[in-house]
């Protein structure tokens, strides 16, 4: 298999014949509904996350003398596809049409923005919408990007956002962040909001930039992921064009970051902090999405952990029962309109809103399997269909996320010393002790490294944390007192 500008060929030997078996004919003459089922096969094997960030937007054109002809909204997704999926759907294309000979991809013009002229009321929790949703009646505003942004998906819109107890608030902030007129001063600036994953970030800052957008064209707005933000950076340093990228970040009036844990780097953080203080002192508007507040990135440069908690800081909650199944009603309604005649039963949805409460993207999950498993077999969605396909995600729990405070507090009032005596200098064995085994519960109870771990006791190298932890393993495994004392202290943090 070759690929010639923007073709994917199969070469003769590749042929189905001459690898022993007969070529199949295609199932169905119609593209459209071929296309269909190569889409449903994808989804079905990339998981909903994957399929939607990459060929939720791509487009069937035609089918033209053996070649298959789609269409992206941008550059970057043309560019991703050809490099990573080539080969998959082609081989897919293949299995329904067996004389395919070559996929080409190809970028659409920009669209014009179209919005509904009666919007649906708010639905849904984060996770990307899986495609059975009818999608919202708008357009991408800026589907290229300029080669600048990272792609937004027009189904995760303020339309699409279902509200409830756990996100009202991140929802209201968001709204007004979007709503904001021409030269309105920013009310809250950074906006910051922080929550698990599947709880509804990346919904919200995707429609505050569709809102952004629809409401004032002329409004510049710049959603990045943190990874699309260094590689420009890092592409703009290579290219010898680095002040060009500051000027493009800081011309803009509503700057959108998602995934700020994941920014790294001294010379990037340095640079996003400038950025950040140039936009805010300019009354530009910032929004940042992340899987933790300020105060625990500890990677971050302390000037920047500092700006960011001098906004507002909202975190998204759990999903709640009634948050649950309301996504699930709007998700069924939708797969109503998309397939007709499905039937979903009240029990199914009551059922999987009780049983999958991790987060959303586990909910989403759990409601495509179902759909999949009855468009693709024929089996009527029945509880007992339930408890078959979605099994290992039934009563599935987040695990609660353990700070290091936490385990510091802890651990100083069972001891009956201050949380300053953990974190000073002092080397009494009254304070010593305590110390250790609060450095060895952070090792074993949170994801954090040795040098994380000691910034958070007083600064210390992490020789001095490593030390502590193999101490208390030791002892432990010699004094059974002490294990259970260690024992007892993990209960009372997990609770």
Not at 65 to 90: C, M, Q
Not at 154 to 179: C, D, I, K, W, Y
Not at 395 to 401: I, L, Q
Request: proline fraction near 5%; hydrophobic fraction near 45%; include cysteine.
């Amino acid at each position: 298999m070759i690929a010639v500008d923007g073709r994917f060929e199969v070469t003769p030997v590749a042929d189905a014949a001459e690898a022993g078996r007969p070529a199949r004919a295609g199932r169905d003459a119609d593209p459209a509904t071929a296309w269909d089922r190569v889409r449903a096969r994808l989804r079905a094997e990339l998981g909903e996350d994957v399929y939607t960030s990459w060929f939720a937007r791509v487009d069937l054109e035609e089918e033209i003398a053996g070649t298959i002809r789609l269409s992206v909204p941008t550059r970057f997704l043309k560019s991703w596809i050809e490099g990573h999926y080539r080969d998959r759907v082609l081989a897919l294309w293949r299995e329904e049409f067996a004389a395919t000979r070559s996929i080409e991809l190809s970028v659409r013009s920009p669209a014009r923005v179209v919005r509904p002229a009666q919007p649906a009321r708010e639905v849904a929790a984060e996770p990307a919408e899986t495609g059975l949703a009818a999608e919202p009646a708008i357009a991408a505003l800026q589907t290229d990007e300029d080669a600048t942004g990272s792609p937004l998906d027009p189904r995760l819109t303020f339309e699409t956002f279902v509200v409830g107890r756990s996100n009202s608030l991140a929802h209201a902030a968001a709204r007004q962040v979007a709503m904001a007129g021409p030269g309105e001063a920013a009310t809250f600036n950074p906006l910051f909001i922080h929550a698990n994953v599947g709880l509804g970030k990346t919904h919200l800052l995707h429609a505050v930039a569709w809102e952004a957008r629809a409401r004032d064209p002329r409004r510049r707005v710049l959603y990045l992921t943190a990874e699309r933000f260094m590689y420009r950076f890092v592409a703009a340093l290579k290219t010898q064009s680095a002040l060009a990228f500051k000027d493009s970040l800081r011309d803009i009036d509503l700057l959108l970051i998602d995934d700020m844990q994941f920014l790294s780097g001294r010379s990037i953080q340095q640079e996003f902090c400038h950025t950040l203080n140039s936009l805010i002192d300019g009354a530009r508007q910032v929004m940042i999405a992340c899987d933790r507040p300020p105060v625990e990135l500890e990677t971050l440069d302390e000037r920047v952990r500092s700006r960011l908690a001098g906004g507002l800081v909202v975190e998204l909650g759990g999903l709640e029962n009634e948050l649950r199944r309301e996504i699930l009603a709007n998700r069924a309604t939708a797969a109503r309109r998309r397939y007709p005649g499905i039937a979903i039963p009240d029990p199914v949805l009551d059922y999987v809103a009780r049983s999958v409460a991790s987060n959303g993207r586990d909910l989403e999950g759990a409601f495509n399997r179902l759909i999949a498993n009855n468009q693709l077999t024929g089996a009527p969605i029945t509880l007992e269909m339930v408890d078959r396909t979605i099994r290992d995600l039934v009563r599935a729990r987040e695990p609660r996320r353990v700070r290091i405070e936490d385990i510091q507090r802890v651990v100083a009032k069972h001891f009956n010393v201050s949380k300053a005596d953990l974190l000073s200098s002092r080397r009494t064995r009254s304070v010593v002790r305590p110390r250790q085994i609060a450095m060895y519960l952070a090792k074993s109870l949170t994801p954090r490294s040795l040098p994380e771990i000691g910034r958070h006791f007083g600064g210390r190298d992490h020789t001095t944390v490593l030390h502590a932890v193999r101490k208390i393993e030791e002892l432990i495994s010699g004094d059974v007192t002490l294990a259970e004392e260690v024992a007892l202290l993990r209960r009372m943090i997990d609770e």
